[in-house]
Structure formats: structure tokens, C-alpha cells
């Protein structure tokens, strides 16, 4: 449920069979060597140029805008690094001040201060804002789209993530990474690659095992522990006193919240009970009944179980181990429409859970 489904990594997955390579520049970069791609991009950029490098922040994005910022910084006469969307994942907020990684919302960004533009991780048809930016490079792992051109193109569809990529850019140039930018790198390469559980080649676990001795394991786990905030811990307390037990299944209504993504992390929890198979959690916010599906995935299907039975009420859909559903509380049969409760929550899926 990202909110760029283009950065979503199944559906770029998706869109991978329909590879396109119609920039020869693409053709001629993929046989090149690192170092004569360092070359080729360096020359782009003189001794005046002032570089914007936009990117969608995530980590992979930050960390690879990060190292740009590292390779160009005594070449040319300044590097900003600009976002285009909000940072609302609190991990990626705590990486960027963690790591002190200097960026700037685009908008508020006079654009005509600057002589050069680098997009990284995303490609200029990706999002609106990025369409209408005279690119001098892009450098990216998603699989080629249409409909773009830029003189420097490195695009590299079967690497885990760019981070990846920008190593290699800094390894070709002799630079060896600060902790902070290593961090950076070798957080990029964990979130993109789902821990080397999705997509990932070769390079990425080199250039990981290469980072690692450079990283600083604090910053790291910091970052990665960051998704919770203290304002959301009382939901928790409503978890535990609401949790009710059936047949290896956890279930909670949490009542009524602003925003559902303390459910998720609620539902995370409970995984972890041994011998749980089954979490079903979920909470009003606004006139909807969000519900948030966990199970083991083995012989069972969350994805299937929303899509099969909730989706009759409202959005309902996800993967085989979690899943989601967005229900108008008009929608639902009228006896679940007031007082929704724990017992409602188990009363609705008790029928459809053998
Ligand atoms: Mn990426």
C-alpha cells in the first residue's frame, strides 16, 4: 500500500517483463566498465555547475543522492539534494538526521539556480513533479519506462538497489565512504532488497559485505528500530487488554484512531506469539473499519481471505502473509455498524476461517 506505487517493488516487479531499451545510451552504458562509466558521468559536470539531485526520498534513494553528493562535492560548486515527496516513515526520518544527510523539500527549491539535474531511483516519468526537469542524469534500478530520454542514462533493472550502483560509482573514483555514507549504503541496499529476501544480484551482496566493515552498527539499528511513536504506545495498552484468544488466532478491535499505521505495527506484534497462525486487528478511522491481516502463510492466504470476504464491503486485498482492507462502516451488514467491538471482529470472520 505505498503511496508511489512506481516505487512499490512488486509492481515494478510486475512491469519487468516489459523491459524496454530504446535509449542507446542505456545499450552503450550497460557495456561499459565502472570505471568507464565514472568517467562518462563525471564528464557532465564542470568546475561551475551548481547540481540538484532529486529523488523520491526512501532509503535507497537517500543514500545513493548521499553519494553523488560524495563523488561531486570538490567538482563542482555545490550539490543539493532535493525531495519531492513527504517523509513520513519515521525510519527514514531518523536515517536522515542520524546520518546528517543535508536535503531540501524541492518545493521552495529555485530550480534556475541551478545548471545541472540528477535524478536517482526513479525515473522522470515516475511522478508528475520530476516530468517536466531537463535531466542531464538518471540513475536508477527500476525497469526502463517509456517515454524519456536524458544524455546520461544508467539503468540497471537487476540490481537490488541503487545504493548498490552508487558504490561501485565511489569505488571506480578511489573514494572510500565516511561511516555516515556507508550507513547510508548499506541501509539503501537492507530496506531494498527486503534483507536479500526479493530481488538482488551479485553486486549488491558484494558491495554489503564491502560496507560493512565502514558501518556503525548504533546508527543502524537506531534506524531501524525507528517506526514507532510515543504518542502511538496507548494503543498498545488497548491491544493487550482487548486481545481475545481463538483457536490460535489473535484478534483486537483497537477503536477509534486518526491513522491506521499503528495497526499495522500492533498486528506485527502479535506474529511473534509462538503458535499464533492467524492476527486479525482492527480500528475506526474516520467512517472506515481498517482491518489489518497477519498469518504464518503456511496453507493459509491473508491476501485470499481479504479479497475472497472482505472485499464484498469495501478495498480489500494483499499477500500472502499480510493483508488489508478498507471498509465503509455503510458498507457492512447493519449489525456490525454500531458499537464494532473485539466480539464483532471475531463474530465477522469466524464464519470464513475454518
Ligand atoms: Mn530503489
Same mark, same amino acid.
Given at each position: $500500500?505505498?503511496?508511489?506505487?512506481?516505487?512499490?517493488?512488486?509492481?515494478?516487479?510486475?512491469?519487468?517483463?516489459?523491459?524496454?531499451?530504446?535509449?542507446?545510451?542505456?545499450?552503450?552504458?550497460?557495456?561499459?566498465?565502472?570505471? +568507464?562509466?565514472?568517467?562518462?558521468? /563525471?564528464?557532465?559536470?564542470?568546475?561551475? +555547475?551548481?547540481?540538484?539531485?532529486? &529523488?523520491?526520498?526512501?532509503?535507497?534513494?537517500?543514500?545513493?543522492?548521499?553519494?553523488?553528493?560524495?563523488?561531486?562535492?570538490?567538482?563542482?560548486?555545490?550539490?543539493?539534494?532535493?525531495?519531492?515527496?513527504?517523509?513520513?516513515?519515521?525510519?527514514?526520518?531518523?536515517?536522515?538526521?542520524?546520518?546528517?544527510?543535508?536535503?531540501?523539500?524541492?518545493?521552495?527549491?529555485?530550480? +534556475? !539556480?541551478? *545548471?545541472?539535474?540528477?535524478?536517482?531511483?526513479?525515473?522522470? =516519468?515516475?511522478?508528475?513533479?520530476?516530468?517536466? &526537469?531537463?535531466?542531464?542524469?538518471?540513475?536508477?534500478?527500476?525497469?526502463?519506462?517509456?517515454?524519456?530520454?536524458?544524455?546520461? $542514462?544508467? &539503468?540497471?533493472?537487476?540490481?537490488?538497489?541503487?545504493? *548498490?550502483?552508487?558504490?561501485?560509482?565511489?569505488?571506480?573514483?578511489?573514494?572510500?565512504?565516511?561511516?555516515? /555514507?556507508?550507513?547510508?549504503?548499506?541501509?539503501?541496499?537492507?530496506?531494498? *532488497?527486503?534483507?536479500? =529476501?526479493?530481488?538482488?544480484?551479485?553486486? +549488491?551482496?558484494?558491495?554489503?559485505?564491502?560496507?560493512?566493515?565502514? &558501518? @556503525?552498527?548504533?546508527?543502524?539499528?537506531?534506524?531501524?528500530?525507528?517506526?514507532?511513536?510515543?504518542?502511538?504506545?496507548?494503543?498498545?495498552?488497548?491491544?493487550? *487488554? !482487548?486481545?481475545?484468544?481463538?483457536?490460535?488466532?489473535?484478534?483486537?478491535?483497537?477503536?477509534?484512531?486518526?491513522?491506521?499505521?499503528?495497526?499495522?505495527?500492533?498486528?506485527?506484534?502479535? =506474529?511473534?506469539?509462538?503458535?499464533?497462525?492467524?492476527?486479525?486487528?482492527?480500528?475506526?478511522?474516520?467512517?472506515?473499519?481498517?482491518?489489518?491481516?497477519?498469518?504464518?502463510?503456511?496453507?493459509?492466504?491473508?491476501?485470499?481471505?481479504?479479497?475472497?470476504?472482505?472485499?464484498?464491503?469495501?478495498?480489500?486485498?494483499?499477500?500472502?502473509?499480510?493483508?488489508?482492507?478498507?471498509?465503509?462502516?455503510?458498507?457492512?451488514? !447493519? @449489525?456490525?455498524? !454500531?458499537?464494532?467491538?473485539?466480539?464483532?471482529?471475531?463474530? /465477522?470472520?469466524?464464519?470464513?476461517?475454518?
Amino acid at each position: $500500500m505505498s503511496s508511489n506505487n512506481n516505487h512499490c517493488k512488486s509492481c515494478s516487479n510486475e512491469r519487468g517483463s516489459g523491459e524496454i531499451c530504446n535509449g542507446h545510451s542505456v545499450r552503450g552504458l550497460r557495456r561499459l566498465s565502472n570505471k +568507464d562509466r565514472l568517467r562518462t558521468f /563525471l564528464q557532465l559536470f564542470k568546475r561551475d +555547475d551548481r547540481v540538484l539531485v532529486l &529523488i523520491v526520498a526512501d532509503p535507497d534513494s537517500m543514500g545513493s543522492a548521499f553519494a553523488i553528493k560524495r563523488l561531486l562535492s570538490r567538482r563542482v560548486t555545490e550539490v543539493v539534494i532535493a525531495y519531492c515527496n513527504q517523509i513520513k516513515r519515521l525510519n527514514n526520518i531518523a536515517m536522515r538526521e542520524i546520518l546528517k544527510i543535508p536535503m531540501q523539500p524541492l518545493r521552495g527549491t529555485k530550480r +534556475d !539556480e541551478f *545548471t545541472k539535474f540528477i535524478l536517482v531511483d526513479s525515473q522522470p =516519468t515516475h511522478k508528475k513533479e520530476l516530468n517536466n &526537469i531537463p535531466f542531464d542524469a538518471v540513475i536508477d534500478h527500476h525497469p526502463l519506462a517509456d517515454g524519456w530520454d536524458a544524455p546520461f $542514462m544508467d &539503468i540497471r533493472p537487476e540490481y537490488g538497489s541503487v545504493c *548498490t550502483m552508487m558504490a561501485e560509482y565511489l569505488k571506480s573514483a578511489g573514494i572510500k565512504p565516511s561511516m555516515a /555514507l556507508a550507513t547510508a549504503l548499506f541501509y539503501g541496499i537492507k530496506v531494498d *532488497t527486503k534483507n536479500f =529476501t526479493a530481488k538482488a544480484c551479485t553486486q +549488491d551482496i558484494r558491495v554489503f559485505q564491502a560496507l560493512f566493515k565502514r &558501518i @556503525n552498527q548504533y546508527w543502524l539499528s537506531k534506524i531501524e528500530k525507528s517506526d514507532m511513536r510515543k504518542s502511538e504506545l496507548k494503543y498498545f495498552k488497548i491491544a493487550l *487488554t !482487548e486481545m481475545k484468544f481463538k483457536k490460535k488466532r489473535i484478534f483486537a478491535h483497537i477503536g477509534k484512531l486518526s491513522n491506521a499505521d499503528v495497526l499495522v505495527l500492533i498486528a506485527d506484534f502479535f =506474529t511473534h506469539v509462538h503458535e499464533v497462525g492467524w492476527v486479525i486487528i482492527s480500528g475506526q478511522v474516520g467512517e472506515k473499519l481498517i482491518i489489518i491481516l497477519r498469518c504464518d502463510g503456511y496453507k493459509k492466504d491473508a491476501g485470499k481471505l481479504a479479497q475472497n470476504f472482505l472485499s464484498q464491503y469495501g478495498p480489500a486485498g494483499g499477500h500472502k502473509q499480510s493483508a488489508r482492507a478498507e471498509l465503509p462502516i455503510k458498507n457492512l451488514p !447493519e @449489525n456490525f455498524r !454500531e458499537n464494532f467491538n473485539t466480539a464483532s471482529l471475531i463474530r /465477522l470472520f469466524m464464519q470464513h476461517l475454518k
